[in-house]
């Protein structure tokens, strides 16, 4: 269990470096509806890692209480 929350650590460090990527390629005085469109598809699948890594997380604790 513990190889899988740290493969979703690294899997989130992914849509993290494009968002960030992304918000550099973005004007600062208008932005075109796809780009917004991407970013919001990096941001979703960012925080449905995160999520999942705190699911995962949650499920570590509890089987090492146990």
Do not use: N, T, Y
Not at 38 to 44: D, G, H, S
Request: hydrophobic fraction near 30%; charged fraction near 40%; include cysteine.
């Amino acid at each position: 269990m513990k190889e899988h929350c740290e493969k979703l650590q690294e899997e989130i460090g992914r849509p993290e470096g494009e968002i960030e990527e992304q918000r550099l390629r973005i004007p600062p005085h208008s932005m075109k509806p796809v780009m917004l469109m991407e970013l919001e598809q990096l941001e979703a699948k960012r925080d449905q890692l995160r999520a999942e890594l705190s699911r995962c997380l949650a499920s570590s604790l509890a089987d090492e209480d146990s």
